[in-house]
T-cell receptor
Framework: DAKTTQPPSMDCAEGRAANLPCNHS???????VYWYRQIHSQGPQYIIH???NNETNEMASLIITEDRKSSTLILPHATLRDTAVYYC????????????FGGGTRLMVKP | GAVVSQHPSWVICKSGTSVKIECRSL??????MFWYRQFPKQSLMLMAT?????????EQGVEKDKFLINHASLTLSTLTVTSAHPEDSSFYIC?????????????FGPGTRLTVL
């Protein structure tokens, strides 16, 4: 699976949009981009995933560049409860491929 | 969204004893479940992949005789830490793969914190 690069930490003001970048320049054609987050001492929570089109759900939006070499997770109105470590993971579409967690981005939402 | 539960949420045991952790998918069937371990201030590390009705596949460096995995049904996988020692103290997290609905998304349990004295 392709490797991802994320900034180790970011701050965001409460109520503002949080834009979390992820580089995955070696992504291959059948690999999806997944985003999870982990709030302290809890299991990771699925947020969103996509292949090449932009995706939106009740939690966030995922913007994938046309060349698919990078993506951005957008939390439109960050709250204090969004403080967590956010993981961007690239995973193949074939059965049996596991998720490989990197360091992630520690997002701190401040009042 | 799909729900995965783990039991117990935390456990303290004496060195040399065995501990069993259960992972259940509550509202979907999971032919594949995964077991992860997370040490303080570190990311999740995959320990093994558990397939219903067959033997688990362990990652390099994970002792299969120490970490026994059983996946006897489509909604339950168990991890048994045998002869636990203080260095096995960690946060153990399972995930279940929702393949049936075609989303191929993994959903994680809340984790089990193991402390070995």
């Amino acid at each position: 699976d392709a490797k991802t690069t994320q900034p180790p930490s970011m701050d965001c003001a409460e109520g503002r949009a949080a834009n979390l970048p992820c580089n995955h320049s070696t992504i291959s054609g059948n690999e999806y981009v997944y985003w999870y987050r982990q709030i302290h001492s809890q299991g990771p929570q699925y947020i969103i995933h996509g292949l090449k089109n932009n995706e939106t759900n009740e939690m966030a939006s995922l913007i994938i560049t046309e060349d698919r070499k990078s993506s951005t997770l957008i939390l439109p109105h960050a709250t204090l409860r969004d403080t967590a470590v956010y993981y961007c993971i690239v995973k193949g579409g074939n059965a049996g491929n596991m998720l490989t967690f990197g360091g992630g981005t520690r997002l701190m939402v401040k009042p | 969204g799909a729900v995965v539960s783990q039991h117990p949420s935390w456990v303290i045991c004496k060195s040399g004893t065995s501990v069993k952790i259960e992972c259940r998918s509550l509202d979907f069937q999971a032919t594949t479940m995964f077991w992860y371990r997370q040490f303080p201030k570190q990311s999740l590390m995959l320990m093994a992949t558990s397939n219903e009705g067959s033997k688990a596949t362990y990652e390099q460096g994970v002792e299969k005789d120490k970490f026994l995995i059983n996946h006897a049904s489509l909604t339950l996988s168990t991890l048994t830490v045998t002869s636990a020692h203080p260095e096995d103290s960690s946060f153990y997290i399972c995930s279940a793969r929702d393949w049936v609905t075609g989303t191929d998304t993994q959903y994680f349990g809340p984790g089990t914190r193991l402390t070995v004295l």
